[in-house]
């Protein structure tokens, strides 16, 4: 089945411990983003990656890293978490970056305290 | 700055009627543009799309109407069905430029179907 997956799907932390969400596409896809979604803002782009090494930031990438050594995992990495990025993630993948549509992964629900 | 508006939160539609959802956007950059469905406790699922060199595009009971000159789009369901119930997305992404690669997100209109 194509899909997005991330993982994990549910994360509370704690102020400052670094994390990782993952985030897998088996469509070999060469776009790939993160976005996440918080009430009234709707969704907002944290970095996108065009094709594999390549990667560039959105709206919001303050506190935000991530990597695309591979074609198909595109990592989300908080590197020292605050509680402003408490927030719903979404993953997600196009065939290219231009004028196709993303397919989401499920979300996966950050809380920091 | 938001790029792409979607100025009403909510609407409320009887069952069988149209429902029609706007977004208005300020980039005269856009080229593309997409609506997006999203149900509670899932990522949002593509429904439509149309690009810049057409003002329509249907897709069964979904269709979806640009009017670049008013950077504006509106996205029609007919009839309604309670399963439509959702928050729907517009957004708008540029082909060329400095922008390539990125989609800018509305803040979506939670759409209630009722019987």
């Known amino acids: 089945e194509a899909q997005v997956t991330q993982n994990p799907r549910y994360l509370i932390t704690v102020t400052g411990k670094k994390l990782t969400v993952t985030c897998s596409q088996n469509?070999?896809?060469?776009?790939m983003s993160w976005y996440r979604q918080d009430p009234g803002l709707g969704l907002r782009q944290i970095y996108y990656?065009?094709?594999?090494?390549?990667?560039d930031k959105g709206d919001v990438p303050e506190g935000y890293k991530v990597s695309r050594k591979e074609k198909r995992n595109f990592p989300l990495i908080l590197e020292s978490p605050s509680p402003n990025q408490t927030s719903l993630y979404f993953c997600?993948?196009?065939?290219?970056?231009?004028?196709?549509?993303?397919?989401f992964g499920p979300g996966t629900r950050l809380t920091v305290l | 700055d938001q790029q792409v508006k979607q100025n009403s939160p909510s609407l409320s539609v009887q069952e069988g009627r149209i429902s029609i959802l706007n977004c208005d956007y300020t980039?005269?950059?856009?080229?593309?543009f997409l609506w997006y469905k999203k149900y509670p406790a899932e990522g949002p699922t593509f429904l439509i799309s149309?690009?810049?060199?057409?003002d329509k595009n249907e897709d069964g009971r979904f269709t979806v109407f640009l009017n670049k000159s008013a950077k504006h789009l509106s996205l029609h369901i007919v009839p309604s069905q309670p399963g439509d119930s959702a928050v729907y997305f517009c957004a708008a992404s540029a082909f060329r430029g400095s922008t390539l690669g990125r989609l800018y997100f509305g803040r979506g209109t939670q759409l209630t179907v009722w019987p």
């Open positions: 997600a993948s196009a065939l290219t970056g231009v004028g196709n549509e993303q397919f």
């Open positions: 149309i690009s810049s060199i057409k």
């Open positions: 469509m070999n896809h060469e776009y």
């Open positions: 990656s065009m094709n594999v090494e390549v990667t």
């Open positions: 980039n005269s950059m856009f080229d593309y």
